[in-house]
């Protein structure tokens, strides 16, 4: 044994001690419950006593087929939310992005006056508690409410946002004639749900909820992206100039190339969060009107807590786990093949 | 610098973790043996979802009593969300009490072994209404007693009833005189009936058709039946006359906000309604009549709950002599006092009825009232049929319930 190992093993050792604490925290109160519950999405445990305890018996895949082969409500329920969340991402993870990145080049800008006032208001909904501003986004999209309002000055009928289940790819459809499903659509189906089904949209209640996401993530997307505007420097920017470049082929060719690890960063966090979305739904809409509300995280939790099927609510937790990790990992590749 | 992660230490790690894996599952089959250690005491917990302070203050003064004739001490909570706080009471083997218990939940608590059978032994047990204990019986064996009860009457505002030039004698006893009527009372400003998107509330026109989504036993779904489709077409064609309409079209969350805003000139509501009205619409005057008859009859639906009590409780005795208590004629009408419930014990409904004659109309209801489905993962089923019922007005009433039939038949085929 050289010297050399003698000292790197020393170090390991006081290495492994210091962490030790953080190491036991995070086993206990992240491994070990994420272990249970994968244990408990392969048990028939029914959330009496201990799911560690002898009567609780293993069941294979029973609960992830019930929620992904059997046919059954379970099946369409699942179906269900995955759709809406699928729209809910397809179009929360872009417009915050966008939204995020304007606002940072707006307050990054020299031109503005009082920048550090519009850092903070912009920021201001994303430390707001999420239960407040659904509150508040509840009363200002209602039948009555302020959205409704404005939209009567323009002269439209603003619709009953939170009780309105109609999708609005199906409305558009509507609106160029195609009113029922055509036959190759209504008879075939993934997950319970009719192709036709899958084509809905996001109903015109989920279209407040993208909103209201939108509204509260930008802020934090936002600090990123300035933190990041900072660090870049202003001597590019100046040598683009210099090189007779205009304004959107400086923003375009040298500011948002090297915005591109932000850029991931946030996609990634947007990603993850919109898919996870639950406490707009449990405060908000608790999955209505006709479930077009409903999301993975919150039929979870609906399916433990209120139906004591723990088998199926873990399951769906672990279900919604993989879909994020491919799809991170899918994103991840497509940034890096751009380069 | 850079640390070389010793190739030893993975294994050591792995080591740690399944040592605390084991620590943690011995310390939970543990506390397996000694039933509950917050119980074992002798103080008795309750837990109550309360509709406000009026409804606290009643329970927290029956128990109080209690406690003194009795002394065993008792403490009431109110718990903020009761199923999680019930289940996450049951996961660790240290569940309160008694505490209340809705038919929707009570299929899931019995399968889970959660729920203690004390129906049959109480000195009580033959005063609740027979249908109140059918709604707490699972196969055979008597739960729970029923704290109270409720069913659906029709709701009518006074003023706009007379402004349509509508007298008493006007008040409809058949679904051809609702539809009639509900035509009368609809205006540019009005819709004549107006009720919430639900099975809760659509689905007490089955009754009156002679439907029911299951048979008598619960062992078959009867939803796709023609009395069935008798009853949601009469009620997509009144919506389709514009003469009734959901409250969510009205722009308004449940039923009684319709009718208290005054968008609806009726509606169909439970008992309920009379706390909504007092508090938000003091202004609006009311009257409640019975549902009126379909061509098979009268019918409603009836809603209740129960006091549960915990198989893992450690004081079941006192427990099952706390809920005598609470289910006296006596102490019920004080309740229905209080906070306006109705009594679940036949011999209080005349002392009821006398004392608030305007809700007589839903004490008659419990003559015929229909309970809802309430078997294991009928909840869901009732909820995915309420989904489809949002699209009543321009959907297929034969498709919507077929295919509630198939999953309803589903639920039951799982439960047995």
Redesign the interface.
């Known amino acids: 044994v050289t010297r050399r190992t003698t000292i790197?093993?020393g170090?390991?050792?006081d290495?492994?001690l210091f962490v030790a604490p953080a190491?036991?925290v995070l086993?206990?109160f992240l491994?070990?419950p994420v272990?249970m519950a994968l244990w408990v999405s392969f048990s028939d445990w029914?959330?009496?006593?201990?799911?560690?305890?002898?009567d609780v018996g293993f069941v294979g895949l029973d609960n992830y087929r019930a929620i992904l082969s059997d046919g059954?409500?379970?099946e369409?329920?699942f179906g269900t939310s995955i759709r809406n969340t699928f729209y809910y991402v397809v179009l929360v993870v872009p417009l915050q992005t966008v939204l995020a990145l304007g606002l940072a080049m707006l307050v990054h800008s020299r031109i503005l006056r009082g920048r550090g006032f519009f850092r903070t208001a912009f920021y201001f909904p994303s430390v707001t508690s999420s239960v407040a501003i659904t509150v508040l986004w509840l009363f200002l999209f209602?039948?009555?409410g302020s959205v409704n309002e404005v939209l009567g000055w323009l002269g439209l009928n603003g619709p009953?946002w939170f009780?309105d289940?109609r999708g609005v790819l199906h409305l558009l459809l509507g609106g160029i004639g195609v009113d029922d499903a055509p036959s190759s659509l209504a008879g075939h189906g993934f997950l319970g749900l009719t192709w036709w089904d899958w084509l809905s949209g996001p109903s015109v209640a989920l279209v407040a909820l993208i909103l209201l996401a939108s509204f509260t993530t930008s802020g934090t997307m936002m600090l990123l992206f300035i933190a990041a505007l900072n660090g870049i420097g202003e001597e590019i920017d100046e040598a683009g100039l210099v090189d007779g470049a205009s304004t959107w082929q400086r923003f375009r060719h040298l500011t948002l190339p090297l915005l591109r690890p932000t850029m991931f960063t946030v996609l990634t966090l947007g990603l993850i969060g919109s898919w996870q979305v639950f406490d707009q739904i449990y405060t908000g809409t608790q999955?209505?009107?006709?479930?077009t509300t409903v999301t993975p995280a919150y039929l979870s939790f609906h399916a433990?807590?209120?139906?004591?099927?723990w088998g199926q609510g873990a399951a769906i937790a672990f279900v919604l786990f993989v879909i994020i990790v491919v799809l991170t990992l899918a994103q991840r590749a497509l940034l890096r093949d751009n380069t | 610098m850079k640390?070389?992660?010793?190739r030893r230490?993975i294994p050591a790690?792995g080591l740690?973790?399944a040592g605390?894996?084991a620590l943690?599952?011995c310390g939970?089959?543990g506390?397996?043996d000694d039933g509950g250690s917050g119980s074992s005491s002798g103080k008795l917990t309750v837990l109550i979802g309360s509709s406000g302070d009026a409804e606290t203050d009643a329970v927290k003064q029956a128990v109080a009593a209690w406690s003194e004739d009795s002394g065993v001490d008792a403490e009431v909570t109110v718990a903020s969300d009761l199923?999680?706080q019930l289940?996450q009471g049951?996961?660790s083997?240290n569940p309160p009490d008694v505490f209340y218990v809705s038919t929707?939940?009570l299929a899931?608590?019995v399968?889970?072994?959660?729920l203690y059978a004390y129906g049959d032994d109480l000195d009580n047990a033959g005063d609740f209404y027979p249908n109140l204990v059918d709604a707490f019986t699972v196969d055979d064996t008597f739960y729970c007693a029923p704290k109270d009860f409720s069913t659906l009457g029709l709701v009518i505002n006074k003023t706009l009833w007379e402004q349509a030039g509508l007298t008493d004698a006007d008040v409809p006893t058949t679904w051809d005189q609702l539809d009639a009527v509900a035509g009368k009372l609809t205006n540019g400003h009005v819709v004549g009936l107006g009720f919430s998107?639900e099975y809760a509330r659509v689905g007490a026109f089955f009754p009156q058709a002679g439907g029911a989504m299951t048979n008598d036993d619960g062992t078959e779904a009867t939803v796709d039946t023609d009395e069935n489709l008798e009853a949601l077409t009469f009620v997509q064609k009144m919506m389709k006359e514009g003469v009734a309409a959901y409250s969510?079209?009205l722009?308004a969350d449940w039923g009684g906000e319709a009718f208290g805003k005054q968008q609806a000139a009726m509606t169909i509501e439970g008992n309920w309604i009379a706390g909504a009205m007092s508090n938000d619409y003091p202004d609006v005057a009311y009257t409640v009549a019975e549902l009126p008859a379909g061509p098979a009859g009268k019918g409603t639906l009836a809603f209740t709950n129960c006091w549960g009590i915990a198989?893992?409780s450690g004081n079941k005795e006192d427990a099952v002599s706390l809920v005598e208590s609470l289910t006296t004629p006596e102490q019920q009408l004080a309740f229905a006092q209080a906070f306006g419930v109705m009594p679940s014990v036949e011999t209080a409904a005349a002392q009821y009825a006398q004392a608030s004659p305007e809700f007589e109309p839903f004490i008659a209801g419990a003559d015929y009232a229909q309970n809802p489905p309430a078997e294991q993962?009928a909840?869901?089923?009732i909820?995915?049929f309420?989904?489809?019922l949002?699209?009543l007005k321009d959907g297929d009433p034969e498709a919507i319930l077929s295919s509630v039939q198939g999953?309803l038949q589903?639920?039951l085929d799982a439960d047995q």
């Open positions: 790197a093993r170090r390991t050792r290495g492994w190491v036991a086993g206990l491994l070990l272990l029914r959330g009496r006593g201990s799911p560690l305890s002898g059954g409500l379970a369409r329920d209602s039948t009555t009953n009780q289940p999955g209505g009107p006709a479930k433990a807590f209120e139906s004591q099927q | 640390i070389p992660l010793g230490s790690l740690a973790m605390a894996l943690a599952a939970s089959s506390t397996d199923a999680q289940s049951f996961a083997n929707d939940a899931g608590y399968a889970n072994g959660s998107p969510s079209d722009g198989e893992d993962g909840a869901d089923v909820s995915d309420n989904a489809q949002e699209g999953t589903a639920a």
